[in-house]
């Protein structure tokens, strides 16, 4: 009996406390466990920040044109972007004037890009006007553009390259003023090139002889009593110098020195403008280029092509 009542008391001991405790677990079976993640669990799309806005190629052209033109002195205008098919330039230059002691005028003003533009002038204002004060006895006071930038392919030729001068690239230089008022003109005081006295020699099929001669060079050419003027026989050889150099001697040719103030001046800017233009074409080039230089900066991989 004693025990049936222990027992009793002990059970009923463990349902109080059970009743107890019934409301702890219930709450505690309620509550929810947060987990607080590091970083968001849902997250939007992830936008990297914008590049900044590349600069404008009309903004870089300038400012390249401006580098190429720092401490050098000349008078040029921007013009608008050139394009035409193949031909043109992005910011072309029209340049009319170059140096300023003395200044010299370039006749008509001509339309170059801003690198063509920056070797002429240091060319002209370096080398040319140097032989100018000690060959000629005064500095040039204008060059005469015989042409600048031209769409159009080599020579005029469809089934040749493009020029430079479609580029804007090349200039082409018929005479030199100087401040004394003498005009070298390239026509006049280049002298026969060797192209016409080799032609001579094909042509008459003889060795010619000198026999007159003009602004220090033979202009004229006898063979067995008849007087042949060299300027009427170019037959436009491409041959490179020392070709004909070759040749010549193979005919018995020896081409006179120019031994004028105005051959000795031509000679000597040609043989200069070879040591800055990627090309130089001149008399001893072909018929295309008796009357003129041309000087551009295609892009050479040794030395230039000077002719």
């Known amino acids: 009996m004693a025990d049936d009542a222990r027992a009793g008391l002990s059970l009923a001991a463990i349902l109080a406390t059970l009743l107890a405790l ?3 677990v219930a709450n505690a079976a309620d509550k929810k466990t947060v987990i607080k993640p590091s970083q968001p669990l849902l997250r939007g799309p992830q936008t990297e920040a914008p590049p900044p806005p590349a600069a404008e190629p009309a903004a870089v052209a300038k400012a390249e044109c401006e580098a190429l033109f720092k401490g050098l002195t000349l008078e040029f205008k921007y013009l608008p972007p050139i394009s035409k098919g193949q031909c043109g330039t992005l910011l072309p230059v029209e340049v009319a004037a170059i140096g300023a002691t003395p200044r010299t005028a370039v006749q008509p003003p001509a339309v170059l890009n801003c690198k063509m533009a920056a ?5 002209l204002d370096g080398s040319v006007q140097r032989q100018a004060r000690a060959v000629l006895k005064s500095p040039i006071v204008s060059i005469i553009n015989a042409a600048a930038y031209d769409c159009r392919n080599r020579y005029g030729d469809p089934k040749q390259k493009l020029s430079e001068h479609a580029k804007a690239n090349a ?3 018929s ?3 100087t401040q004394s008022g003498k005009v070298v003109t390239v026509s006049d005081t280049w002298g026969p090139s060797l192209r016409d006295l080799i032609a001579a020699a094909k042509l008459l099929r003889v060795k010619p002889a000198v026999i007159a001669e003009s602004n220090g060079f033979t202009t004229t050419v006898t063979v067995a009593g008849a ?8 037959k436009g050889s491409s041959a490179n110098r020392q070709a004909r ?8 040719i020896v081409q006179p020195k ?5 051959a000795i001046f031509a000679h000597a800017v040609h043989d200069s403008a070879c040591l800055v233009f990627g090309t130089v074409l001149g008399p001893e080039a072909n018929a295309a280029h008796n009357e003129h230089f041309h000087l551009d900066l295609a892009p050479r991989p040794g030395a230039a092509f000077c002719e």
Not at 119 to 123: A, F, G, H, Q
Not at 227 to 234: C, E, G, N, R, Y
């Open 22 to 24: 019934g409301p702890i």
């Open 119 to 123: 070797t002429l002038v240091r060319w």
């Open 171 to 173: 200039i082409d230089i």
């Open 175 to 177: 005479a030199f003023v």
């Open 227 to 234: 007087v042949l003027d060299s300027a009427k026989i170019h």
């Open 245 to 252: 150099a070759e040749e010549a001697a193979t005919l018995g």
């Open 258 to 262: 120019p031994n004028t103030p105005g």
